[in-house]
């Protein structure tokens, strides 16, 4: 009988007098090497192209949670982490992701605001969306509480094309306390005219699994949420719009 046995010297000063020192957080085995102190891991697992990380990002905005990304690519929860935020930082101003506002017409603007939670159901925090009606893009957002202090960013990051613009919502008073008075028209959901943002909502909560209010995948800290909001608007207005709107 034949046996192969593999032998491994320490990365830093190749020497084969190696010992094993446990694994860590991903499972891979560590060493520690008597000949120059150093610890390493055994086998360093093969790093993801970015083809390959574009791939986990994409399958983590259609609902699947970080727990079934490490069981399904063997990638862990801090690494995909990180390259949410690389992601998400690499990413232009949402405006330059809008097509050029007709100057012929008035742009009209529904807006409205849906809850999820970060770390815990009775920590409620509030995304509010404004929508151009006629491209279905998502022109500005915002997430904090449901005071008038939120609806006030909101509507500062609403890009300046849009300022003069016809503003649908309901008849929440944040708007009201917000929105110039001749803009402004609040509205009751039979009339339809919120419709577009309110089926924008269901296909945030379809796509981001902690933005489902009945959910185990939800944010630990606010930052990682308005990261996830962040991209999966840029992501919707420059490659789902066409299969959504």
């Given at each position: 009988m034949i046996i192969e046995a593999k032998v491994y010297t320490c990365r830093k000063c190749q020497s084969k007098d190696l010992v094993k020192n446990g694994t860590n957080a991903s499972g891979s085995s560590q060493y520690h090497c008597k000949t120059c102190g150093a610890y390493g891991v055994l086998e360093l697992k093969e790093r993801s192209t970015e083809e390959k990380k574009e791939l986990i990002i994409k399958v983590y905005q259609e609902r699947s949670s970080m727990r079934a990304i490490e069981r399904t690519f063997g990638v862990s929860r801090q690494t995909?982490?990180?390259?949410?935020?690389?992601?998400?930082?690499?990413?232009?101003?949402?405006?330059?992701?809008?097509?050029?506002?007709?100057?012929?017409?008035?742009?009209?603007?529904?807006l409205d605001e849906l809850w999820s939670f970060v770390f815990r159901s009775k920590d409620k925090v509030w995304v509010w969306i404004a929508m151009n009606r006629e491209t279905r893009e998502i022109v500005a957002y915002a997430c904090g509480d449901r005071s008038e202090d939120t609806c006030q960013i909101l509507w500062d990051r609403v890009p300046s094309a849009y300022k003069e613009a016809i503003v649908f919502s309901d008849y929440w008073n944040a708007y009201q306390a917000v929105i110039p008075s001749e803009q402004h028209r609040p509205v009751g959901k039979e009339t339809g005219e919120t419709a577009h943002i309110e089926r924008w909502n269901n296909t945030l909560r379809q796509h981001l699994a902690r933005f489902v209010r009945k959910t185990l995948s939800f944010c630990k800290c606010i930052k990682m949420h308005e990261i996830c909001l962040k991209l999966f608007i840029h992501r919707y207005n420059t490659e789902l719009l066409p299969i959504v709107g």
């Open positions: 995909l982490s990180v390259w949410l935020k690389e992601k998400a930082n690499d990413l232009p101003p949402l405006e330059e992701t809008l097509q050029p506002v007709d100057s012929k017409k008035i742009p009209v603007l529904e």
